[in-house]
């Protein structure tokens, strides 16, 4: 059973920065993401990394946040710089088994099967 635990998400200011992490456990070789959820919006598809490492960004994110894994401890990250107000909400990440071409934020999160239950991100003007 897959298992994804979050953490590091915090108050800050905007232009401030965040790392968030998943732990993840019973997983392997999956398509890992990150989403997030603001009140009154739809989620998003934030971040993407497929099984070979190739990563896509919701262009609100581009060149503001990084996502990477760390096999060995099983660990999933967002890298979060230049934070804006906007980028308030909850984040996510979550897993499904993916070929390496359909694990992209174009995709959305409809067919990712494994979630954690979220990190909360606020951030303030």
């Known amino acids: 059973q897959v298992q994804l635990v979050e953490s590091g998400g915090g108050s800050v200011q905007a232009g401030g920065s965040l790392r968030l992490v998943c732990a993840a456990s019973g997983y392997s070789r999956m398509c890992l993401a990150w989403f997030r959820r603001a009140p009154g919006k739809e989620r998003e598809a934030v971040a993407a990394?497929?099984?070979?490492?190739?990563?896509s960004y919701a262009d609100s994110v581009k060149g503001r946040f990084t996502i990477s894994q760390d096999n060995a401890k099983n660990t999933l990250y967002l890298q979060m710089k230049s934070l804006k107000p906007e980028d308030t909400a909850m984040y996510y990440c979550a897993a499904k088994f993916s070929l390496p071409q359909l694990c992209s934020v174009d995709y959305g999160g409809a067919d990712f099967r494994y979630w954690g239950q979220g990190t909360q991100v606020t951030v303030s003007s």
């Open positions: 990394i497929d099984i070979d490492g190739f990563t």
